[in-house]
């Protein structure tokens, strides 16, 4: 279940910014996800905390990533969205599940991500990304 405030329009935009991102992610192309970024950037995760100020370094932060999901038979991922609240009318913060999927359907495994999205002239781009990577997470459904 969605939680949203009143405002669901900021909400329902970063929504829709976050499933094209889990469209383009699931290519696993580093630079079919950069333009989803804001320049800088926040990631926060059991690595530790890592800021991002150009796309090169997005890129840095997603070409492991990536080379170690296609090693492992990732097919897609798609986002389990749990929470979402509109902070401003220019920060939306979406709480959810990566769920990640083999080539054979099966499911490879469940991330704890947290989203800030910041709206620019561009549009929503994700300012913050939080990961729990401790596949423990709660299966709903």
């Known amino acids: 279940m969605v939680s949203t405030d009143s405002d669901t329009n900021s909400g329902a935009a970063a929504t829709r910014v976050l499933a094209e991102y889990y469209r383009a992610f ?3 192309e580093v630079q079919a996800v950069l333009p989803y970024f804001h320049e800088p950037s926040l990631f ?8 991002a100020s ?9 070409t492991p990533a990536m080379e170690g999901l296609r090693a492992r ?4 991922s798609e ?11 220019t920060t939306t913060l979406v709480i959810g599940v ?20 910041y709206k620019s002239d561009a549009g929503w781009k994700i300012a913050v ?9 709660t299966r709903q459904g």
């Open 98 to 117: 990566a769920l990640r999927y083999k080539l054979d359907g099966q499911e490879l495994e469940r991330v704890g991500v947290t989203y800030v999205l």
């Open 79 to 89: 986002l389990n969205v749990q929470n979402v609240k509109s902070l401003s009318a």
């Open 26 to 28: 699931s290519t696993l």
């Open 44 to 51: 926060i995760g059991p690595q530790g905390v890592f800021a």
């Open 54 to 62: 150009t796309s090169a370094l997005v890129e840095a932060v997603f």
């Open 129 to 137: 990304l939080i990961i729990d990577d401790t596949n423990d997470v």
């Open 73 to 76: 038979g990732f097919a897609r």
